[in-house]
């Protein structure tokens, strides 16, 4: 659910991994689009006040998008990590973003952009 609570994002189990945002109150579809075409394990919106953006991370990939209208950006890693799939998603209220890595490291991205990666073992 958005950070204001009036949106909430979902994804299907179809070979594209759909990807939908509903309008709280009224029950009403705002957008769709494909996810990815390999799983996605986890989808969260930002923390930051005001902002309708959530992220969606799954295997080989993660994506991050604008709620209305609908539109995604796949990550970039411009040489700051490797690629990897990802477990887990969480935002802090800077609008920072936090992804679990299979590979055991914690991703920092901002906006759709690689800003670091952290080891904690």
């Known amino acids: 659910m958005s950070q204001d609570g009036t949106l909430v994002a979902m994804v299907d189990r179809h070979d594209q991994h759909n990807v939908y945002v509903f309008e709280v109150a009224s029950g009403q579809l705002v957008g769709k689009d494909v996810g990815d075409v390999n799983k996605i394990f986890d989808i969260c919106f930002s923390a930051k006040s005001g902002e309708n953006k959530f992220a969606t991370a799954g295997v080989k990939h993660i ?52 800003k670091t990666t952290l080891s904690f073992h």
């Open 63 to 114: 994506k991050f998008w604008d709620a209305n209208p609908l539109s995604g950006k796949k990550g970039i890693f411009a040489g700051a990590g490797e690629a990897t799939s990802f477990s887990c998603l969480a935002f802090a209220d800077n609008g920072l973003c936090f992804a679990g890595g299979a590979n055991g490291l914690i991703y920092v991205w901002n906006g759709s952009a690689l």
